[in-house]
Nanobody, 115 residues
Framework: QVQLVESGGGLVQPGGSLRLSCAAS????????MGWYRQAPGKERELVAT???????IYADSAKGRFTISRDNAKNTVFLQMNSLKPEDTAIYYC?????????WGQGTQVTVSS
């Protein structure tokens, strides 16, 4: 099994930046694709970005050019650097990892972009 714990959310003004972290309970070298997803009030959960063991990344169109996903195997942590934040980025952000053919989710961290 895998436990994932997100952190780094908060309140930020439009145009600001946040860095989210997702700490895993086991070596992320053993975890397959890891990703960040988000869910805004009244909307379905959606993909933000994913990263493979080899470092290949995929971004949602809304994240391209503004967000960067990365992984630090030594720290068993995946990061999401978010720049140029917009009010429409407001959501709960979840980390997901794929291990042993199962998906594991964190509890989420709230990101609010507002002036």
């Amino acid at each position: 099994q895998v436990q994932l714990v997100e952190s780094g959310g908060g309140l930020v003004q439009p145009g600001g930046s946040l860095r989210l972290s997702c700490a895993a309970s086991r070596s992320i070298s053993s975890i397959g694709v890891m990703g960040w997803y988000r869910q805004a009030p009244g909307k379905e959960r959606e993909l933000v970005a994913t990263i493979t063991k080899g470092g290949s990344t995929i971004y949602a169109d809304s994240a391209k050019g503004r967000f960067t996903i990365s992984r630090d195997n030594a720290k068993n942590t995946v990061f999401l650097q978010m720049n140029s934040l917009k009010p429409e980025d407001t959501a709960i952000y979840y980390c997901r990892g794929t291990y042993d053919l199962n998906y594991y989710w964190g509890q989420g961290t709230q990101v609010t972009v507002s002036s």
